[in-house]
């Protein structure tokens, strides 16, 4: 059996000595892109902080390449093979573009690698990364977690605050990632983005799993969406007082919070 890239199990994170994310056992394959989903505040964010070491991991294993690392220092997980895009994580805006990914390259990673990903910086490689715009910043970010040749990449919402047409263009290097082997695990606000991108999909409901099955099993069912992002009674008939799909619908114009229903009580 292929041992998973990342592999969580009975995994209980803290933020600020509280508990925020309570058994969550899942894994991450090589070659694939495993989608979470979830409601503002399900926990997104602090479960990939428990992963790379940014938040306290209560209980529980993750194991990267079957090796346990939820007690290393962040440092170590990163050169273990786990690379962090993490939320609104920004670039070294008076280095150039080169030196913003050299600063971060260590390993085999390989600046080519990065280029030939995003052809519009190696355009730019000379240019202060602060004159660029916001989605190719956003590829530097990227990029820098790719030159240090993970195994595992993590990647939280990197279509915050971005254009429709930009996001799309970002989402195609995410499945890029994976054919090269990458495991990448994408936390995404546009859901059945996320899901279009996707191979496996979890959502995670006030810190716990309440899902866990194929992307093509959610994708383009909003309803279900919502039960699981919020729980209680199932949709019948949409009106007003429903509100809009959690980050939803299948591009980033569409609406991102939403009405409810429910599969675990
Ligand atoms: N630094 C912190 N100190 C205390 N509580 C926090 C902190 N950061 C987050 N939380 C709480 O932890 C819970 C989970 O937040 P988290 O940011 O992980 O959720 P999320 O699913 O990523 O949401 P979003 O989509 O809004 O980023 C929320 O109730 C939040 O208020």
Do not use: W
Not at 96 to 102: F, I, S, Y
Not at 114 to 120: A, D, M, N, R
Not at 143 to 157: F, H, N, Q, S
Request: with cysteine; charged share 20%; proline share 7%.
């Amino acid at each position: 059996m292929t041992v998973p890239a990342l592999a969580l199990e009975g995994v209980g994170v803290d933020r600020a000595e509280v508990p925020v994310i309570h058994d969550v056992t899942l894994d991450a394959a090589p070659g694939a892109v495993t989608v979470i989903l979830g409601a503002n505040g399900a926990g997104k964010t602090t479960l990939m902080d428990g992963i790379a070491g940014l938040a306290k991991v209560r209980s529980g294993t993750i194991r990267l390449d079957g090796t346990p690392i939820e007690k290393l220092a962040t440092f170590r997980r990163a050169r273990a093979g786990l690379g962090y895009v993490e939320q609104a994580r920004t670039t070294f805006r008076t280095l150039t573009v080169e030196q913003n990914l050299l600063v971060s390259q260590s390993g085999d990673g390989d600046l080519g690698t990065v280029y030939k990903l995003f052809p519009e910086l190696d355009k730019r490689r000379n240019l202060q990364a602060g004159y660029l715009s916001g989605g190719e910043q956003q590829m530097v970010v990227l990029g820098r977690a790719l030159v240090t040749a993970p195994k595992v990449v993590l990647i939280d919402e990197m279509s915050l605050g971005l254009a429709p047409l930009v996001v799309r263009r970002l989402m195609t290097t995410v499945g890029e990632l994976a054919s090269m082997g990458i495991a990448v695990v994408l936390i995404e606000q546009f859901a059945n983005l996320a899901l279009a991108a996707g191979d496996h999909a979890h959502v995670l409901r006030k810190g716990g799993v309440v899902f866990s099955g194929p992307c093509s099993e959610l994708r383009g069912d909003d309803e279900r969406l919502h039960r699981l992002y919020f729980g209680g009674p199932p949709l019948t008939t949409p009106g007003p007082s429903t509100g809009p799909v959690p980050g939803g619908g299948a591009t980033p114009d569409a609406p991102r919070n939403g009405p409810q229903e429910s599969e675990r009580p």
